[in-house]
């Protein structure tokens, strides 16, 4: 196995003859092949290996017949692919040969034209079972393409894409309901690919002010309008020789449209109240939950600028859909909160049937985000159904509008509701990540409790 091979080739044959035309072919592949006479010294070195292995074999050889030696193997090794060289012409022994689980079948006598395309189809094979092997292995792991986790066909499918996509420059347009992880699979491709060492930039176009979003997206200059006080540069040019993800690209008002279209035609971009044109090189990824066809029939989004983004379309399934995901899902999510609280805790059986029957609307962000508040309310390791439920914050709630007969102001449903979180987490970086304030507002409220109620009087709640 040659420096920089993810694989190793081994010709196996009793004619040394067939065997040095086999070992000249491999050489002009620029592959360094091991060579063997004996199927039993071939099954040697790769019993127990875990390096995948290319093997060609003979079929008619002394002692033990190819496709012995493919049955044998097949009981030994799992990273083990196999193609036949034989010199028999019979119709029955490639169909035998591929109903054993052979990858190829040559006859010979073997040319190079043929050996080239064969064994290059075979390693590109091998390389891509490589590939979803290492993300297999990093799923359970706990570790994926930057968070985002899965074993279903249609999480596979993604993986494979990312890993096929990521070198190239081409326009990506991710699409998926809120909450699917598409922000994740952007920034996969981003490390992955040649860009990954400048800047991956975010913008959820739907989160900019319109009256900003072009500032914010192309730049301006100083004195462009009212507060531009000086040059900025613009998230196009702060992405140069990086990668530029538009998050809800849907977002975009026809007239940015316009303008995004000509970035992406021009590779330039002129800052707001500028007179130049600035050069860029950016790579465009964009996701949105909406139909954009649809919009594109009603006129709300340009027809030239969907075709321009949507070179390469990705599609990331509800988690409704892809349930398998789940027994990876939460492992990985529950490992994370505990490497981040440092306590170990697991889900109780009823929990996890719940789990595993919900329709999660907010998909994987409502997963995440059921598990971090069962996993901070729960007094002992044991995260039960009624945590993931919320039954209890949903009964304290109700009991908000049951303290007397007039229905209590906002500011005491705020207080109350903060002063039973309290009670019910053990530290105050808990209760603030539950209630999703800083730690400094907390103390506050804190404050605020004291004055509003009366520490002597009788509980609240």
Same mark, same amino acid.
């Given at each position: 196995m040659s420096d920089g091979q993810k694989y190793q080739l081994i010709l196996l044959d009793d004619s040394e003859s067939d065997l040095a035309v086999l070992k000249l072919f491999s050489n002009k592949m620029g592959i360094e092949p091991i060579v063997s006479t004996s199927a039993e010294d071939v099954i040697s070195k790769v019993t127990n290996s875990e390096t995948p292995t290319l093997i060609l074999s003979d079929i008619s050889m002394p002692g033990m017949t190819g496709f012995e030696f493919l049955e044998k193997l097949k009981l030994e090794s799992e990273h083990v692919f196999v193609i036949f060289v034989s010199g028999n012409q019979e119709l029955e022994f490639p169909i035998r040969a591929m109903r054993l689980g052979a990858m190829d079948y040559l006859t010979k006598p073997v040319v190079y034209p043929v050996f080239e395309a064969r064994i290059q189809k075979a390693i590109e094979t091998i390389e891509t079972k490589i590939e979803l092997g290492l993300l297999k292995r990093q799923i359970f792991k706990g570790q994926s393409f930057e968070g985002f986790v899965g074993e279903s066909d249609a999480i596979r499918n993604i993986f494979s894409m990312i890993s096929k996509i990521s070198s190239?420059?081409?326009? +990506?347009?991710?699409?998926?309901?809120?909450?699917?992880?598409?922000?994740? +699979?952007?920034?996969?491709?981003?490390?992955?690919?040649?860009?990954?060492?400048?800047?991956? +930039?975010?913008?959820?176009c739907a989160a900019l002010p319109e009256n900003l979003m072009e500032s914010e997206l192309f730049g301006h200059v100083?004195?462009?309008?009212?507060?531009a006080d000086k040059d900025s540069p613009g998230l196009f040019v702060t992405a140069n020789?990086?990668?530029?993800?538009?998050?809800?690209?849907?977002?975009?008002?026809?007239?940015?449209?316009?303008?995004l279209l000509r970035v992406l035609q021009e590779k330039e971009v002129r800052p707001v109240g500028g007179r130049k044109n600035v050069k860029v090189d950016v790579r465009i990824l964009c996701a949105t939950h909406q139909d954009l066809e649809k919009l594109v029939r009603e006129g709300k989004f340009r027809e030239d600028l969907y075709f321009r983004l949507n070179v390469i379309p990705v599609h990331i399934p509800p988690l409704r859909e892809r349930k398998d995901d789940l027994k990876v899902l939460i492992p990985f999510l529950l490992g994370r909160l505990q490497d981040?609280?440092?306590?170990?805790?697991?889900?109780?059986?009823?929990?996890?049937t719940y789990l595993k029957g919900h329709s999660f609307p907010g998909n994987i962000r409502q997963l995440e985000n059921m598990l971090e508040r069962a996993y901070i309310l729960s007094s002992e390791n044991i995260i039960t159904?009624?945590?993931?439920?919320?039954?209890?914050?949903?009964?304290?709630?109700?009991?908000?509008?049951q303290l007397d007969d007039q229905l209590p102001s906002l500011k005491e449903v705020e207080l109350l509701y903060i002063q039973e979180i309290l009670k019910r987490t053990e530290t105050k970086d808990q209760a603030a990540q539950v209630l999703g304030i800083g730690r400094k507002t907390l103390y506050r409220k804190e404050f605020e409790i004291e004055d509003y109620f009366d520490p002597n009087g009788p509980p609240v709640l």
């Open positions: 190239f420059d081409s326009s +990506v347009l991710i699409t998926g309901e809120s909450g699917v992880g598409k922000e994740k +699979v952007a920034r996969s491709i981003h490390e992955r690919s040649p860009r990954s060492k400048a800047e991956f +930039v975010a913008v959820n100083r004195g462009a309008f009212t507060g020789n990086g990668t530029l993800f538009l998050d809800e690209v849907a977002e975009l008002p026809l007239s940015l449209q316009a303008k981040r609280w440092g306590i170990r805790k697991s889900l109780s059986e009823d929990a996890l159904r009624d945590l993931l439920e919320n039954k209890n914050l949903s009964s304290t709630k109700r009991q908000l509008f």
